[in-house]
């Protein structure tokens, strides 16, 4: 598969969002071994997770924890494989999310994390969503500290703002390898933090790229020129999508979600399809609605 850049590290261009393979709706372990796998044979080395995505009380850090006996069962070389998680945001299993930036906090769930990841140094922890009731530059100076401990290698933030990705840009004395916003045909409001992460050679991870769970699916049929590109070409229209995300900018890496083997596969091949110019022509239409 093509690589993008992400920070220090080299990874797909098409990543693996494994949140719904811990929360409502989540499949048994079985289907989450066999998704995770493909995922891997198909090229995929960035496999995105955090330690709030759960389903019932006392589960936090389910995700961690399955994403990493899979990869440990998996066959084949893992050493490629970067799995980024998230610290800042909780779910106590009735279905709510609360947000938790109080730097001491930020510290521990980074060394908890570090604990069920089985490692010494996480590959890329990212500030998971602002606390209003922290400073910004509060929290994103504890992944300031984790990073020069070892805690972490790499420091990410996620649905941020621009003036809070250049905030965290200065925190981290330069070191903000990634931003994670939501990002899709649906959702085009986090273009101008694409924009900026371009322009500061800082990868952007869209997550819920293809509208999220329980509209990925019909994503051709609410964005049809989607659909008509695809049918030219004889891919699926979420190929068509996540090829279009990736046109966007060369720092843009994709996390679309999957539980099922046939899902990652699917959006895997995108990475191999090239849209023309009148085909991004046409795509970037929805950046104006």
Not at 130 to 153: C, H, M, Q, W
Not at 181 to 188: G, L, R
Not at 189 to 201: I, K
Not at 272 to 285: F, V
Request: charged residues 20%; negative net charge.
């Amino acid at each position: 598969m093509d690589q993008r850049n992400l920070g220090q590290t080299v990874v797909s261009a098409i990543g693996l969002g494994a949140m719904p393979m811990s929360i409502e709706g989540r499949p048994d372990e079985a289907r989450s071994f066999a998704t995770i796998h493909a995922a891997l044979d198909a090229g995929v080395t960035l496999i995105d997770i955090a330690d709030a995505y759960l389903l019932n009380p006392g589960e936090t850090g389910h995700n961690e924890q399955l994403i990493t006996r899979a990869v440990a069962a998996y066959p084949g070389g893992t050493d490629a494989v970067l799995i980024a998680t998230k610290a800042g945001s909780l779910r106590p299993g009735d279905g709510t999310w609360y947000q938790n930036g109080d730097p001491a906090y930020l510290k521990e769930a980074a060394k908890a994390s570090a604990l069920r990841l089985g490692v010494d140094s996480i590959g890329l922890l990212q500030f998971h969503r602002p606390d209003p009731k922290v400073p910004y530059a509060d929290s994103v100076g504890a992944f300031a500290e984790l990073l020069d401990e070892g805690v972490i290698r790499q420091a990410g933030i996620s649905n941020a703002n621009p003036d809070q990705i250049r905030e965290a840009h200065d925190v981290l004395g330069g070191r903000l390898a990634s931003v994670q916003n939501q990002f899709s045909p649906a959702f085009v409001s986090s273009y101008p933090e694409l924009e900026l992460c371009a322009e500061m050679g800082i990868a952007f991870l869209p997550w819920s790229p293809l509208g999220g769970i329980g509209k990925a699916g019909d994503v051709g049929t609410r964005f049809v020129l989607f659909q008509q590109v695809a049918d030219a070409r004889g891919v699926s229209a979420q190929q068509v999508v996540l090829a279009w995300e990736l046109a966007l900018a060369d720092v843009v890496i994709p996390i679309p979600g999957a539980s099922r083997p046939s899902s990652i596969l699917d959006s895997a091949a995108a990475a191999e399809l090239e849209l023309s110019e009148d085909d991004m022509a046409l795509l970037g239409s929805v950046l104006q609605d």
